[in-house]
């Protein structure tokens, strides 16, 4: 046997070093992120070849110059301590607007370039005009249809979810999901309103919000969130904490909520019953809650699901995909969560995907648990979808157990 006790200090000394420059380079992040989502769309739109005339240049590059100052300047003001919201919509959008025009300045500026040569197009300056009004035009169209998709009321996706040891008598229960919905700096009071006129068409057994109400403290959105208020259910509406109530006063939301008439699932449950068989429906705070500083707020399934029958199936709430290790553990049946948005700009999934065990829709996690996850109801930041539509999910859980006749 090899003796490694020499060697294990020596590691460690080589990779405290490593892991400390790691950390002073991800401090850098915020100020090297803005300056390439500028630079290189302003470099492949103008100074790759196109030789535009001087006027055309210096415009061109004072805009980008403009951008890169104004969006940071816009964003901390808009969602610092000022929380100003037009600034905070300018910026928004100016950040969304510079993230595809990125994205399809790297991918044209790249692919379509190429294919140009391949082909014989043109000359060097033809080829370079060619992708410059290629990549303005597919940013132009994706932001208008992007900003469609995000402000339109979401539709409906309805799926069956077999639960093995859900009851017979609660075959058929209609669950609707929604999520994410972000009141902010725009305001939605009538889209907020339409939503729930359509919550209101589906007949929900039970109607779930697994968090991120709001950009902003209760007494600030509360118009916006006012319509939640009108929605039905014939067994209960439940709701639990997303990240986004702990920037902006958490107990606030959930004290609005009680009020509206929602029953805030905090670390508990509640239990649904028909048909002789019994469905636990249980919350947890959002993973965030605890370093929050709140008193009393913390994600914790054991007093989830203490006093539950452990035979009775379980239905959770929780706001990040990634709690689902958690409920697997704790013999968890169905988790529902949001967070994620489906990546909301595309190709912005794959970040979230280093962060999140799924992006969206139903997947199984361990023996038993089941994880769907929203690609949320409203958006946060950016007015845009791309890629990434929004949705209000009814799920009708059936039972293996069910007749025929259901």
Excluded at 187 to 207: G, H, I, K, P, Q
Excluded at 228 to 254: C, D, I, K, M, P
Excluded at 257 to 264: I, T, V
Excluded at 341 to 346: A, D, K, V, Y
């Amino acid at each position: 046997m090899t003796d490694t006790s020499n060697t294990r200090p020596a590691e460690r000394e080589t990779r405290a070093p490593r892991r400390s420059r790691l950390h002073r380079l991800m401090r850098f992040i915020p100020l090297i992120a803005p300056v390439l989502l500028w630079t290189v769309p302003c470099w492949v739109l103008l100074h790759t070849g196109q030789h535009w005339p001087l006027p055309v240049t210096l415009v061109g590059a004072t805009l980008f110059v403009l951008g890169l100052i104004g969006m940071p300047l816009a964003m901390m003001r808009g969602h610092g301590r000022r929380q100003q919201d037009r600034a905070a919509i300018v910026g928004d959008t100016l950040l969304g607007s510079i993230w595809v025009l990125f994205t399809w300045s790297v991918l044209l500026g790249v692919l379509l370039r190429l294919a140009l040569v391949l082909a014989g197009v043109g000359d060097g300056q033809d080829r370079a005009r060619i992708v410059t009004w290629a990549v303005l035009g597919v940013a132009a169209v994706l932001l208008v249809w992007g900003y469609a998709e995000a402000r339109r009321v979401p539709r409906v996706r309805r799926l069956d979810v077999e639960l093995p040891r859900l009851g017979a008598g609660l075959d058929g229960t209609r669950v609707v999901l929604i999520t994410d919905t972000h009141y902010g700096p725009l305001d939605r009071a009538r889209w907020s309103a339409r939503v729930c006129e359509t919550l209101n068409t589906l007949e929900a057994d039970l109607v779930c919000h697994t968090g991120d109400i709001a950009d902003g403290t209760a007494e600030r959105r509360r118009a916006q969130a006012a319509p939640l208020g009108t929605v039905r259910a014939t067994r209960a509406r439940v709701y639990v904490t997303g990240n986004h109530e702990y920037y902006s006063e958490a107990q606030g939301w959930v004290d609005l909520m009680d009020e509206l008439g929602w029953e805030p699932l905090r670390n508990r449950h509640l239990l649904l019953e028909r048909g002789g068989d019994t469905l636990v429906v249980a919350g947890v705070d959002d993973v965030t809650a605890e370093s929050s500083g709140l008193a009393g707020h913390r994600a914790h399934l054991a007093g989830a699901l203490e006093g539950a029958d452990p035979d009775h199936p379980v239905l959770l709430l929780a706001h990040q995909p990634t709690f689902v290790d958690r409920a697997a553990a704790g013999g968890v049946d169905l988790q529902l969560s949001g967070h994620t948005h489906g990546g909301q700009i595309w190709p912005f999934h794959h970040l979230v995907r280093l962060d999140q065990p799924a992006l969206a829709g139903l997947s199984r996690h361990g023996t038993r648990t089941l994880l769907y996850t929203s690609r949320g109801t409203g958006f946060w930041g950016p007015p845009f979808r791309v890629f990434a539509p929004s949705e209000i999910t009814l799920l009708v859980l059936r039972s293996p157990r069910r007749t025929t006749s259901s």
